[in-house]
C-alpha cells in the first residue's frame, strides 16, 4: 500500500497468506510501498478471505482479485483491490481476514474476522480531479453561468461580426480593378 496518496487516483492494495514469505512472493507483489508483514495470524487453509473496509465517502474500492481462497504453502491465498481516494485528508483502510474456523464439538463453520492491517494514509488534493468533479456535478450552474455572463452571447457576435467582415472583404476584392 502507498505511503501517500492523491484523489482520483486509483492505488493497488494487495493483501496475501502464505505459511512462508519467499523472494518469489515478494516479486509478484504489485502495489506501491513497503511489504508489511504480519506474522502469527490463525487460519484454517480450508478457507479463507479478505476485504478491505474504508469509509465509503473516503474511497471507492473495487474488487480485481477476491472472495474466499484455499491456502497451502505452496499456494498461497492472494487478493487485490483498486481503491480510489474520493477526499483529501488523513483516511483510514483497515485489511481484515475473515478465517472459517471449524467447531468440531458443535459441528459448526464460524466465520471470525481478524483485523491483519490497519494504517492512515495521507491523501493529497488533486486539482484536475476536483474540477472535473465539481464540473460535472454542477454542470448545469456551469453552462448557467457561461451563458449568463455574456461570454456565449459575446462569442457569437464576434463571430457574426467576423463573417460579415469577411464578405466586405471578398467583394471589395472581386470590385477592385485588376493590374
Known sequence: ?????????AETIEAGISPQ?????K??????????????????????????VVQPDEFEVFEVKGGEQFVTGSNPG?????????KAGDNLIVV?????LNVPELK???????????ATRRVEVNPVYSVRQFVESNWKEVLG??????????FITWWISKKEKEKEDEKKTEMSPEK
Open 1 to 9: 500500500m502507498p505511503q501517500e496518496m492523491q484523489v482520483g487516483v
Open 21 to 25: 514469505i519467499t523472494e518469489r512472493i
Open 27 to 52: 516479486e509478484e507483489i504489485q502495489g506501491k510501498g513497503n511489504i508489511e508483514v504480519e506474522s502469527g495470524i490463525r487460519f484454517d487453509p480450508s478457507g479463507m478471505e479478505m476485504k478491505v
Open 78 to 86: 492472494k487478493w487485490i483491490w483498486q481503491v480510489t481516494p474520493l
Open 96 to 100: 481484515k481476514a475473515v478465517v472459517k
Open 108 to 118: 459448526i463453520t464460524r466465520p471470525v474476522e481478524v483485523e491483519v492491517f490497519r
Open 145 to 154: 453561468l457561461v451563458i449568463g455572463s455574456g461570454s456565449l452571447a459575446s
